[in-house]
Nanobody
Framework: QVQLVESGGGLVQAGGSLRLSCAAS????????MSWYRQAPGKQRELVARITSGGTTNYGDSVKGRFTISRDNAKNTLYLQMNSLKPEDTAVYYC?????????WGQGTQVTVSS
């Protein structure tokens, strides 16, 4: 059973930066896809960014050019670098991992951006 633990969330002013980390209890090398999702109060969970085992990345339209997803297989860790943060980025951010037929979620980390 893989466990995902997010960290790095917090309170930041608009225009600031944060880096989220998602540490996996096991090797992430074999995961087909790893992603970051977020959910704001009263809204549906939405995809922020995803990265495949081959390194292909995709981003939600609202974060393109501001956020960068990366993975360090040696450290079994997924990252999300968030720059130029906006109040509308305020949400709980979740780490997600998929390997054929199985998927895993982290518990989430709160990101709050003040105006």
């Amino acid at each position: 059973q893989v466990q995902l633990v997010e960290s790095g969330g917090g309170l930041v002013q608009a225009g600031g930066s944060l880096r989220l980390s998602c540490a996996a209890s096991g090797s992430i090398f074999s995961f087909n896809v790893m992603s970051w999702y977020r959910q704001a109060p009263g809204k549906q969970r939405e995809l922020v960014a995803r990265i495949t085992s081959g390194g292909t990345t995709n981003y939600g339209d609202s974060v393109k050019g501001r956020f960068t997803i990366s993975r360090d297989n040696a450290k079994n860790t997924l990252y999300l670098q968030m720059n130029s943060l906006k109040p509308e980025d305020t949400a709980v951010y979740y780490c997600y991992a998929y390997i054929t037929g199985r998927y895993y979620w982290g518990q989430g980390t709160q990101v709050t951006v003040s105006s």
